[in-house]
């Protein structure tokens, strides 16, 4: 494969990598957000909900299809960690810097355009952010390429250090 054709692939399993973390992070986010709102909880208490959540199902989403390539769930949940810690963390910072800098997006309220437009711009700038930072750690065999190994089940002579 060429240059072009091999950065152009790491481009793509980078927004790959990226869609499925913004996938576990969208849940997880606004169900905290929905449940800190609904509940009446502090900015803060609502955040650390939101990014537990995040966090939660990012990594979830990502063990799913490593245990059916025949993984343990314990080899499983180290190739998450390894995969989806450092994209989970960027794209939470990200997002929930631009909910508290948008005024008034976090005290606005789950029947709030202004909540809901705010949540998705921050999950979209947290996406364009993030896309780099995997499609970094892909070229260098980190992030997301290491749960690429396990896709398909090829692991065959693959060893854990």
Known sequence: MNHAGAQSNLTKL???ATLHCLTGCAIGEVLGMVIGTALGWSNLST????????FVFGYALTIRPVLKSG???RAAIGVA???DTVSIAVME?????????VPGAMEAGLGSWLF??????ALAVA?????????????????????HQYHGGGHEGHHHH
């Open 47 to 54: 955040i650390a909900l939101a990014v537990t959540l995040a």
């Open 116 to 121: 809901w437009v705010s949540l998705a711009f």
């Open 81 to 83: 960690f390894a995969a």
């Open 71 to 73: 993984l343990p769930l």
């Open 127 to 147: 996406f364009v952010i993030t896309v780099p930072v995997n499609r970094w750690l892909i070229s260098r065999g980190k992030g997301h390429a290491v749960v």
């Open 14 to 16: 980078a927004i790959s």
């Open 93 to 101: 910072i990200v997002d929930n810097g631009i909910m508290l800098a």
